[in-house]
């Protein structure tokens, strides 16, 4: 059955207090918890990925070049840098949280923050190979923040994300469409619109869905429209 995606506008702006990246020297090698940070180096084709350590990758992704922020509402936020821990010279994958780094910082101790929470990888990197190995996931990192809370909290995340080629063509059939149906045109043009965008009329309607069920998909359709419709 034909379908038709109906958006919500919900465009807005984010603003928040940046200051310089955290330190990557002063983290005790006691104080760090034990979750696993490990980046996997994925080589050749495309490697398919556990969910836990796409996960992981995910995390960092999302939290890679995120400035720091002291705002009250930012705690909760992961910051992600290369530190060297204490007694060595390799650098390791270090992660923690705004309200953590504020905790030390002022050596106040804030409730649920602190050094206790800090996240390390077991493998020393570098930023090079940390950069080609995150390039490999899929152009989908706007669905990050979305795909780690629908895991962390036990959850399957959808295995068909679509990328922003794919829903930059998903943006487009959809105005046309629109365009079509309010000129009274058949379904046989609107499906003819879908097609020749490289779609099938299938992917259309699970996009539709996905759209519909998701919304940071939702929100990157509307950018895109938004973008379309002022060019």
Not at 49 to 70: C, F, G, M, V, Y
Not at 77 to 106: I, Y
Not at 119 to 146: P, Q
Not at 150 to 179: H, M
Request: hydrophobic fraction near 35%; include cysteine; charged fraction near 30%.
């Amino acid at each position: 059955m034909f379908k038709f995606v109906h958006l919500v506008w919900l465009l807005g702006s984010v603003t928040a207090l940046a200051i310089d990246k955290p330190p990557e020297a002063d983290l005790d090698e006691d104080a760090e918890d034990a979750l696993v940070l490990e980046v996997v180096t994925v080589t050749g084709q495309a490697r398919k990925l556990s969910l836990k350590h796409e996960t992981r990758l995910r995390i960092i992704r999302q939290a890679w070049d995120q400035p720091r922020s002291r705002l009250k509402k930012d705690r909760d936020k992961m910051v992600c840098w290369l530190a060297t821990p204490t007694g060595t010279h390799f650098q390791h994958v270090t992660c923690a949280r705004n309200g953590d780094l504020e905790s030390m910082r002022t050596h106040n101790s804030l409730a649920g923050y602190g050094r206790r929470h800090f996240r390390r990888s077991i493998l020393a990197d570098n930023s090079a190979t940390i950069r080609a190995t995150l390039a490999h996931l899929s152009d989908t990192g706007y669905f990050d923040k979305e795909f780690v809370a629908i895991a962390s909290s036990g959850g399957q995340p959808p295995k068909d994300v679509p990328d922003v080629p794919e829903l930059k063509k998903f943006a487009k059939a959809w105005l046309e469409t629109e365009n079509l149906k309010k000129t009274g045109q058949t379904e046989a043009k609107q499906i003819e619109a879908i097609t020749t965008q490289g779609l099938t009329l299938k992917r259309y309607n699970r996009l539709v869905e996905l759209t519909a069920s998701h919304q940071s998909i939702k929100n990157k359709v509307t950018e895109l429209v938004v973008e379309l419709r002022q060019s």
